[in-house]
């Protein structure tokens, strides 16, 4: 079975946006592309409840909906933290990480495993950002912060 490995060319590629799922896909022009990632990491976490009953001597499960999330850290970048005014045609491109938290707008997301090319694999999926929290120290000449996209609904596998 092969890998799929994150090298140049085959990068693992973060697009979002406002206006649909289809507008969010790997490679679609207006998706805004999250630059200078240094990890992610796509949960899809089934619950679990457990209980234990009289007549067994282990405990019994059953499943409960899944928490989804999407969590990475990147560099930041000025015009992605904080937005593009001249782009409206993807409200996420126009104000930014900062100003689609603050607004609290639901957005269209896909994770390429590895790029952009025919045939890639993705997961795409729809939720809400949260969890900016831009930090510098004397150790790090650069701002950094992490970013969480709390999934609302299921996360779904397709293919560029």
Same mark, same amino acid.
């Given at each position: ?16 946006? *406002? ?27 089934? #619950? ?24 990475? *850290?990147? %560099? ?29 707008? %639901? ?11 025919? #045939?890639?694999?993705?997961?795409? #999926? ?5 969890? %900016? ?10 701002? %950094? ?16």
């Amino acid at each position: 079975m092969p890998v799929i490995n994150v090298t140049p060319g085959n990068e693992a590629v973060l697009s979002l946006s *406002n206006v649909s799922l289809a507008a969010a896909e790997p490679g679609t022009a207006g998706a805004l592309v999250v630059p200078f990632m240094q990890d992610i990491t796509i949960n899809a976490s089934t #619950g679990v409840t457990r209980y234990k009953v009289l007549d067994s001597a282990s405990e019994k499960a059953f499943t409960t909906p899944s928490t989804n999330q999407v969590t990475l *850290n990147v %560099l930041v970048d000025d015009e992605v933290m904080f937005g593009n005014a001249a782009l409206t045609t993807n409200s996420v491109a126009e104000t930014g990480l900062f100003g689609t938290q603050n607004s609290k707008t %639901l957005v269209y997301f896909s994770v390429a495993f590895n790029g952009t090319d025919s #045939g890639s694999a993705f997961v795409k #999926g729809q939720g809400y950002i949260s969890g %900016l929290a831009p930090t510098a120290s004397m150790d790090a000449a650069v701002w %950094l912060s992490p970013v969480t996209i709390e999934v609302d609904g299921d996360l779904t596998k397709d293919t560029v």
